[in-house]
C-alpha cells in the first residue's frame, strides 16, 4: 500500500541511503552475535549476550529494523498520514515484542555471557539485505518513472 501512494525522488532515494545502511549494517553487526537465534517466531535464549551492539542498546535488531524502515519511508515520501501509521505501528509492535523479550529474559536464569563476533552468523542477514535492497530498487525506478513524467 505505501508503494502505491509513494511519490519517491531520485533524491529522496540517495538522502534515505544512510539510515538504511545503518540499518542494516547494525543488524549484521547484532546478527553476527546472535545469529539464528533472533529469527525465532517465539521467545527463547540460550544466553544472554552482553557484548558487541548489545553492550550499547538492548534490542539493537529492532533498531536497525527501526533505521531501515524510517529510511525506506525517506525514499517512498509516502503522504504523512501513511508515514505515521506505519512509524506508529512499528513502535507499537516493537515495543511490545521487546517489553516481551525483556520480561522472559529477567525471569530466566540464563548465564550472561560473553559473545565474539562470528562472520558465519552475521551471514544470516543476507535475507535483510536482499529485500532491502530489492525494495530501495523498486523504489529507485518508480522515481526514474516519475520523473520522466
Not at 2 to 31: H, Q
Not at 62 to 89: D, E, H, R, S, W
Request: with cysteine; charged share 15%.
Amino acid at each position: 500500500m505505501v508503494y502505491i501512494f509513494a511519490r519517491p525522488t531520485i533524491s529522496s532515494c540517495l538522502e534515505s541511503l544512510l539510515l538504511i545502511f545503518s540499518g542494516l549494517t547494525l543488524r549484521f553487526w547484532a546478527a553476527g552475535y546472535i545469529g539464528n537465534d533472533a529469527r525465532s517466531k517465539t521467545i527463547s535464549a540460550q544466553r544472554v549476550i552482553t557484548d558487541g551492539p548489545y553492550r550499547y542498546f538492548r534490542h539493537p535488531l529492532y533498531l536497525g529494523n527501526f533505521a531501515i524502515v524510517a529510511g525506506m519511508l525517506v525514499a517512498l515520501k509516502p503522504p504523512l498520514t501513511i508515514a505515521l501509521l506505519i512509524i506508529l505501528g512499528f513502535i507499537l509492535m516493537y515495543g511490545l515484542i521487546a517489553r516481551s523479550e525483556t520480561r522472559f529474559l529477567e525471569g530466566s536464569d540464563l548465564e550472561i555471557a560473553a559473545a565474539h563476533f562470528s562472520l558465519q552468523k552475521a551471514i544470516s542477514e543476507w535475507q535483510t539485505w536482499l529485500v532491502t535492497a530489492l525494495a530501495l530498487i523498486l523504489t529507485f525506478a518508480k522515481a526514474i518513472f516519475l520523473s520522466q513524467r
